[in-house]
């Protein structure tokens, strides 16, 4: 059985070395220009734009202020802005009320119905909420095979369109249900998703309830990947603003590790959480979280069927905007039992041990902000005698501008550099995505984003895989464009 192995499919390659050379070499210089003037407008445009309105760029409290789910502002009387920094990402506000269970205190009756006996704690009004996305504009390119990486559809066909760029009014529609209050110390959320891509057929999304009894445990119980629930939302993608994915979610299609296990995933989790104060008084604390899953089978999904993953994550957290963290999981995967859709190189029922560590880490301060996150990743068939080692990173700013007299966000350019290996580190990818968002109204966003695919490292050929079974090509990712708008309410 051969192992992981990455070779040029010579029967796709027609020109001749030098040619090759020039045309990758005029590519990357191209694509480099292009994205570096992007980048510059977006960080040079908006302060440029505020000093002619007059405007201040930053609140002297320097609170980050955005859109956030409408449905906790009507049962609060808050801002939304409370929450977030850039929808959907949270601020330490916003953290610390998902960890309370989505209550601002732990223990507050604030927006509680109680019976005459006080025994009986439900919501004083529903928290429901709907977001609705347009995309007016998408290239469509960096679609093709490993397209889910930079957030479009895995099997969306060609890198290109005969019929020009996407256009599409209505691409998403989310309802949601969430609260604190389903009865005393019990959250809840509830998600319902019609999209493009599924033809609009309306399905359940992330399932979630949880018991909150003190800072110190908290028990929650999901149709939710482990990494996805996380409040830190540094891992994975689960909550990015950007419509690109980051690369420590391991998903691209055909991607060469042996498990096909990415980080990001739908699975039957059960977790529990916690925070611990560094002394009395203090804002400082450590977070751990815990939990167990069970993968997804190729026969029967989100059943439980599949095989078993453990999960744990620790962090420490300032309390004002710093978080340094680590985490892990190990689990198993394969075949019918809980094998990916797409992945080649497992087959029938045998088992692939797959383990995942890594370390993450944000910053925040006054509007500033900065993620990133490292993963190591390791898979193992031993009946195959197969072994895949790699690693993905991330990292990416943000900052937020206000209107003077304005609580939220006025323009919020981000910028992230995405790096990953395959076939045991010998193929290297890298691609940048880089977004500039207006928000018309604290509940109204649009933005434009721009991925580019660098090219280092595969110089734009074809590749196939060779992991122990059949051949899996790996197409170059290609440059993105897209413009989305996006109303919640």
């Known amino acids: 059985m051969t192992k992981g192995i990455a070779v040029k499919s010579g029967d796709v390659q027609c020109v001749s070395p030098i040619e090759a050379k020039r045309g990758v070499f005029g590519g990357m210089i191209r694509r480099g220009g292009a994205g570096i003037i992007l980048l510059g407008l977006m960080w040079l445009l908006p302060p440029y734009f505020q000093r002619v309105r007059h405007l201040c760029p930053v609140r002297p409290d320097g609170i980050s202020q955005a859109l956030a789910l409408p449905a906790f502002a009507r049962k609060y009387g808050m801002s939304c802005s409370q929450c977030h920094s850039d929808y959907p990402t949270l601020n330490s506000f916003g953290r610390q009320f998902k960890m309370n269970g989505y209550v601002v205190a732990r223990g507050s009756d604030y927006g509680v119905l109680k019976s005459e006996d006080q025994e009986l704690w439900t919501e004083a009004n529903m928290p429901w909420a709907v977001i609705v996305r347009s995309r007016p504009f998408d290239s469509g390119h960096g679609m093709a095979n490993n397209g889910a990486q930079m957030g479009g559809s895995a099997n969306s066909g060609a890198p290109s369109y005969s019929n020009g760029p996407l256009f599409q009014p209505i691409n998403d529609i989310d309802m949601f249900i ?77 991607q060469a590790y042996l498990s096909g296990m990415p980080m990001l995933t739908t699975t039957q989790t059960g977790e529990i959480y916690g ?86 880490a944000l910053w925040e301060h006054n509007n500033f902000n900065a993620r990133a996150a490292y993963v190591y990743a390791h898979d193992s068939d031993s009946s195959a005698g197969a072994v895949e080692t790699d690693q993905a990173a991330y990292a990416e700013i943000f900052y937020t501008y206000k209107r003077d007299g304005h609580d939220y966000s006025f323009l919020v350019p981000l910028l992230r550099e995405n790096w990953l290996t395959m076939y045991n580190g010998t193929e290297h990818f890298n691609y940048v995505t880089a977004q500039l968002a207006h928000y018309f109204a604290p509940n109204f966003k649009g933005f434009v984003e721009y991925t580019v695919d660098t090219g280092r490292g595969y110089n734009e050929s074809l590749f196939t895989e060779n992991m122990g079974g059949a051949a899996a090509a790996i197409l170059p990712m290609g440059n993105r464009l897209t413009a989305q708008l996006e109303v919640g309410f």
């Not at 999304?205 to 149709?223: E, F, Q, T």
């Open 275 to 360: 925070q611990v104060h560094v002394s009395s008084g203090s804002s400082s604390f450590f977070y751990y979280s815990g939990g167990v899953s069970k993968d997804p089978g190729a026969v029967a999904v989100n059943t439980g069927q599949g095989p078993e993953t453990e999960y744990l994550r620790f962090a420490y957290d300032s309390g004002n905007g710093f978080m340094l963290g680590t985490f892990g999981q190990y689990g198993q995967t394969g075949g019918n039992d809980g094998g990916s859709p797409g992945v080649t190189s497992v087959t029938g029922n045998q088992l692939v041990e797959a383990s995942r560590v890594g370390l993450d």
């Open 178 to 254: 969430a609260g604190g209050d389903a009865a005393k110390h019990v959250s809840y959320f509830g998600e319902m998703d019609a999209n493009q891509a599924g033809g609009f057929a309306v399905g359940m999304g992330d399932l979630r309830a949880g018991y909150h009894p003190s800072l110190l445990y908290n028990i929650v119980l999901m149709r939710r990947g482990f990494w996805a629930d996380d409040p830190y939302q540094t891992i994975v993608s689960n909550e990015t603003p950007t419509i690109a994915n980051r690369a420590t979610d391991l998903v691209m299609s055909g």
